[in-house]
């Protein structure tokens, strides 16, 4: 069957229509798993490949083309926004992330730069209208992370355990943390703006490190920030989601956040997590990742329990809990896909 | 006011006893952080510390005498049993444990050695031994790691951001992966089996990665290791912890493994985690380890806010939701042992 973007069985979804079978995508799904980007990254570094929007648009496309895929999410990468802001960064293998010069202080706060969001980041929004041009029926997903898991980073200088020197400055200079959450939610909420001006047809916002947060933390120090980002995104029309990691006991502090989908990792039965969010919003996930390691007997096990839980309420998005890996079998992505239209067909 | 250790508030408070008022001691807390500790440090490595009886028996008693303590825990780690398996490890700076033979087929699951637990880990017994001849008035805690979290850095080779070769293991290769647990189970219910001979007068097993489960894995491939080890200790008499982090979904799995008291982190507020395990438990935690990086204000807050949603019941142990970090500044060690004691004092 053939749909229009806008009357795709994603978008249905984030809007809780029904749908003809449950839409799937795959968070991390632009290409990084798949042979032909594994192919392109011998040439160009992540950072080479986000900043060409020909190039980001291919791997943008890459499973798409491969997979069937509901929904395409942009190729780009949450820290983007950082070296506009004045913050240098580069991936290093095995160690992500490195932070150069991480803030920790005010006057770290104080020397952030605002963002002219279309001249420092105008590719990401070229990579988007290539796309909307080349993608008829397939809706596109935008995104930017959520201040806190921005900020994590921006704090720490790379990936945490503990977050120990971001919760400091929490507890310790609130006056910073908050100054900065203030400069860093602007450049974000700029940035997802115009990415739905460019044609970003829903938005995704990322607290991929939310879950290291207990609820009062989150709700004075990593919530109203979120917040802002949610309420603009969510002014403008296109449907919103919002995910975490590890948040099982933030949830309903999450959709007080917003969002009209909320993500739901692995660690919760789908259908729990559904009650905790309320059926006035809907849900997406909740596959491991690492089940796309296993045989097709496991996953098609977990596909229907997934499914079972689901029970063709309107506002299921399946996905996995957490971004896919490198290395994942493409045969196993290719069969989950089709498992969730064929089981799921109503 | 002094008891004898048996009388202990801790050993009470493990037993839902009334207590004078709420016991407390920190996860990690046999040292690592504090200055004595350190200064030790620069003469030794840690695996060379634990493999001295005085020395380990030392450094156990250090936070006892410095903060009064309501427990002691070994000076030990859950990765002593390694080496008589025949996997050997070191701890690298900035990296963690490092497995240089990582278990990951059939024939290196054949390969492990069973242990003669007095002959290779005496060591230990004999740290127990000193430790409860010097200690009249605290009780001493043993421990070992649950079989998934022992069997995670051993499988992985180290630490690991998403279990992907451990989970793979079990989805694809689940007949290695159970003769795998058995053999390990074996050798940690002896190692917890001789602690407790030797005089550990309540036992804790760490799980501390099993968040990294969700219930059908924890419920088939890693409950019923735990519960092997539960079962054999609660079987002595002495009490049983049961600790876990980022768990919170699967807390009544948790439960059902066994323990007399099962871990609280700090994501979820003490009373709801406390409802879902039940007052048939005690439940240890749950200040997040880096709120002790924060002001006597905020600390004072967040430890009446604890004791307040602990009401207390009889069966709390105060305690930090997840290990003690390193550089922790032990003047906020101080004062949150003496704030639990005077803000529960009944």
Same sequence: chains 1, 2.
Avoid at 134 to 148: Q, V
Avoid at 204 to 221: R, T
């Amino acid at each position: 069957m053939t749909n229009t973007s806008e009357n795709s069985r994603f978008l249905k979804a984030c809007r809780r229509e029904e749908v003809d079978a449950t839409p799937v995508w795959f968070m991390r799904q632009a290409g990084r798993y798949m042979p032909e980007y594994r192919k392109l990254r011998e040439k160009y570094t992540l950072l080479e490949m986000v900043a060409q929007p020909e190039l980001a648009a291919e791997v943008t496309l890459q499973p798409i083309k491969a997979f069937k895929m509901d929904a395409a999410i942009l190729f780009a990468d949450i820290l983007l926004p950082l070296k506009p802001m004045g913050v240098d960064f580069e991936f290093v293998k095995g160690k992500g992330p490195q932070v150069h010069n991480p803030v920790r202080t005010a006057a770290d706060v104080a020397a952030l730069k605002p963002v002219d969001t279309e001249a420092s980041l105008g590719h990401v929004m070229e990579a988007i209208r290539i796309l909307r041009g080349e993608l008829t029926e397939t809706p596109l997903i935008g995104f930017c992370g959520a201040p806190f898991t921005v900020a994590s980073y921006m704090i720490e200088g790379g990936p945490s355990k503990d977050y120990r020197i971001a919760k400091s400055m929490m507890y310790n200079a609130p006056e910073v943390w908050h100054a900065f959450m203030e400069k860093l939610t602007t450049v974000l909420v700029n940035y997802l703006m115009a990415q739905i001006d460019a044609g970003a047809q829903a938005v995704q916002i990322f607290d991929s490190w939310v879950g290291a947060l207990n609820g009062p933390d989150y709700e004075a120090f990593a919530m109203p920030y979120s917040k802002r980002i949610l309420d603009a995104a969510h002014a403008t029309g296109v449907p919103v989601i919002h995910f975490g990691v590890g948040a099982n006991t933030i949830l309903p502090l999450m959709k007080k956040a917003g969002g009209d989908v909320i993500g739901l990792d692995w660690r919760i039965p789908l259908d729990k997590g559904w009650d905790i969010v309320g059926h006035d919003r809907g849900v997406q996930g909740n596959l491991d990742p690492v089940t796309l390691f296993s045989t097709p007997e496991l996953l098609e096990k977990r596909v229907k329990d997934i499914l079972r839980r689901a029970d063709n309420r309107p506002g299921h998005i399946f996905n996995v809990g957490h971004g896919i890996l490198q290395h994942t079998p493409n045969e196993n992505v290719k069969a989950v896909v089709e498992m969730v239209h064929e089981f799921s067909k109503r």
